[in-house]
């Protein structure tokens, strides 16, 4: 990932979108909704090799790897959430942008339930 290419793809884009924004809104949104992506899957594309990491040294702990799955789906839940929520407010959307917070929240909440059940077992299994 190179930060000055992506930090150099948002200023250009946030000066575009402006200039659109003036004369056709949609297409201000539109770029901005594009550069977003880019720069969401220029990040996602860096996240390949950290992944692999975080998979060994949950590995070489002992840690299940189920743990690790679920908190790297609520990772992508929290990330295209928080890009869907900008993209709304942006378009002067704050009360739809709030309603896809909340989904994403829950979205996370619901995908921890395993965690829970397994950190429930766990305790049943102390008290017992």
Known sequence: MDIAAIVGIGIVAAAVSSLLKRFH???????????????????LG????????INELAGEAGTDS???TILMKALAVSLITQLAAD?????GEGAIASKIELAGRTAVL????????SILGI???LIT
């Open 87 to 91: 993209s709304c407010r942006d378009s």
């Open 66 to 68: 189920a743990c690790i």
């Open 110 to 117: 619901l995908l921890a339930v395993p965690l829970f059940e």
């Open 123 to 125: 305790v049943k299994e």
């Open 25 to 43: 809104v949609e297409l201000g949104l539109f770029v901005s909704v594009a550069a977003s992506l880019l720069i969401l899957l220029a990040v």
């Open 46 to 53: 860096s996240l390949a090799p950290l992944t692999g990491l």
